[in-house]
């Protein structure tokens, strides 16, 4: 059985191994070990602190297989995008040019730098272990952030961004930095990608304040702007059913879709509850799959049955109160692991 749990120093190793089998375009993961124990320290803080609003801290989640022990995935949240470190995007936007005198009115779509110092709550860094991309745990490690927000609203901000992995193949090749970014920063795009992870200050020096005219780049460049990198494809179908939309938004180097969704308007948070353990059973608990997170104390996660009682209590399973460490009387959060027309349809 896998659960999700808040990183924990000791998962450094485990993650350190995760890493080196990410591809390129995973800032969250990166492969140098100091950066990611940098990384998981700063999240421990974040989960140890009560911020009064959110500030841009960072709250890493780990997968853990309970029978091994292992540590098999991973996604985080930032609060805040922004602040002293701005959020870069480029907004796809419309000019007209026309002539009168020729009868020529021409739309070209342009590519606006965006700099955004007080910018929404973004989810990021998914990635799991080849061997369990299978019984929705992908869709696991992905949608209980949701819950674990409308736990805690006041530590985010209330619109969610996700900036989906855009075409780069597997040698770090991404066509739409070869020819626009290479021409200003001089580097090839894993280099970039992890400067950025580091330190986004040579960003401002070295970005085009101009507008980019799209038709410009070439061909195999514009066809990448917007689009995501085959395996990130499930991912983006699975938030686009939960409610996130195109922001008109694109990353900076690879041109991946920048999608947002408002927390009270996603469909988990929306179709969420929570409530007290009234009952743990041996027996099976007749429901859908939901995602049920221990919210009291250390906020834990996995998949399981829940129901209610008649007096609108909770009733889950053994395996499900052993895994996340439940006792009858505590507080739970549960929403459906799937959308209504998935679980009609049987998927």
């Known amino acids: 059985m896998v659960i999700i749990r808040p990183v924990a120093v000791a998962d450094l190793e485990d993650l350190i191994e995760l890493a080196s089998v990410a591809s390129f375009g995973l800032t969250s993961l990166p492969k140098d070990p100091e950066l990611l124990k940098e990384r998981i320290e700063q999240s421990v803080r974040s989960f140890g602190s009560v911020p009064k609003k959110p500030g841009g801290e960072l709250y890493i989640f780990v997968m853990e297989d309970l029978d091994t022990g292992g540590t098999v995935g991973t996604s985080c949240i930032v609060s805040k995008v922004g602040g002293f470190e701005p959020f870069y995007a480029f907004r796809i936007e419309t000019r007209i040019h026309e002539s009168r005198h020729l009868n020529i009115r021409r739309e070209i779509s342009i590519l606006h730098l965006v700099t955004q110092h007080s910018g929404p709550c973004e989810i990021g860094g998914l990635f799991l272990a080849p061997d369990y991309r299978k019984h929705g745990n992908g869709r696991l490690l992905s949608l209980f952030r949701f819950l674990f927000m409308a736990e805690h609203p006041k530590r985010f901000e209330q619109v969610v961004i996700a900036e989906m992995r855009g075409v780069v193949d597997r040698t770090g090749h991404s066509p739409f930095w070869e020819a626009l970014g290479r021409h200003f920063f ?7 990608d992890y400067l950025s992870s580091t330190d986004k200050r040579f960003i401002a020096d070295l970005m085009p304040k101009c507008p980019i005219y799209i038709p410009l780049l070439p061909q195999d460049a514009r066809e990448v702007i917007g689009e995501v990198h085959e395996h990130t494809k499930p991912a983006l179908k699975m938030l686009h059913d939960e409610g996130f939309r195109s922001s008109g938004m694109v990353d900076i180097f690879e041109a991946g879709p920048i999608i947002a969704a408002e927390l009270d308007d996603i469909r ?3 179709e969420s509850d929570c409530t007290t353990i009234q009952e743990i059973t041996s027996d099976h608990v007749l429901s859908v799959n939901h995602i049920v997170a221990a919210v009291d104390g250390e906020f834990r996660a996995c998949v399981g049955s829940v129901s209610r009682n008649s007096d609108g209590g909770a009733r889950i399973e053994e395996r499900v ?16 692991l799937r959308p209504a027309a998935d679980r009609s349809s049987g998927r």
Request: cysteine-free; glycine content about 8%.
């Open 321 to 336: 109160a052993e895994a996340l460490k439940l006792n009858k009387g505590d507080r739970v959060r549960f929403g459906p």
């Open 186 to 192: 001089d580097m090839d795009f894993p280099k970039a």
């Open 268 to 270: 988990i948070v929306k």
